[in-house]
């Protein structure tokens, strides 16, 4: 037998089952199928991670709005209570509290001090929506025999959050010119006078 002649048959084949480039078509789909599941896969965890990061986003912000505090007060009213033979005017006043944060807050123990005035909440507090205004009242002791300063009265407020934390907020109270400092210029110059006539 010549080599010419010997075949081998390996079984029945089509010759339409093999592509130009070898590869038989169920291995090309299935490839294709793999990279689309690859693709979708990829697809699906970066949205699900923009929205995990968008979400993670939204929360951190929202806990800033609810913890972010900022208060604008000033002089509302005061109230005639009289003096002492020392010089010492005493009357009750308000103060105007302004929430300008984003979420409500409780505000309380309003506390002040400069030379001759000394400020003390009455131990009421506030809820105060954002823009919201509340009154607080407050006990007020000014020495007359101190000549009122151009200098602001820092205010210290306690003042909760929404996360139930508290926290100390100052505000600079202006007093010259104030309801305070107009209730107390007459009786201050008679109770100058008072200890200059005792003295």
């Known amino acids: 037998m010549s080599a010419e002649h010997e075949m081998i048959d390996l079984g029945d084949h089509d010759p339409q089952s093999v592509s130009s480039g070898g590869t038989a078509p169920d291995r090309v789909m299935a490839k294709g199928k793999v990279n689309v599941r690859l693709v979708a896969t990829f697809v699906a965890g970066l949205v699900l991670g923009g929205v995990a990061v968008s979400e993670l986003r ?20 005061g109230g005639n209570e009289g003096g002492d033979s020392g010089g010492v005017y005493q009357m009750a006043g308000q103060l105007a509290v302004v929430n300008a944060g984003p979420a409500p807050v409780t505000a309380s123990a309003a506390t002040g001090q400069l030379p001759g ?18 009154w607080i009242d407050v006990e007020v002791r000014i020495d007359c025999s101190i000549p009122f300063g151009s200098e602001p009265l820092s205010m210290g407020f306690a ?41």
């Open 58 to 77: 939204d929360a951190r912000e929202e806990r800033q709005r609810s913890t972010s505090i900022s208060l604008v007060a000033f002089v509302a009213s």
């Open 117 to 134: 005035i000394r400020v003390r909440g009455t131990g009421q507090s506030r809820l105060l929506r954002p823009g919201g205004t509340g």
């Open 159 to 199: 003042v909760e959050t929404a996360d139930g934390r508290v926290r100390e907020v100052s505000y600079p109270v202006a007093v010259i010119g104030s309801a305070w400092h107009r209730e107390v210029e007459r009786p201050c110059a008679h109770l100058a006078d008072l200890v200059k006539r005792d003295g």
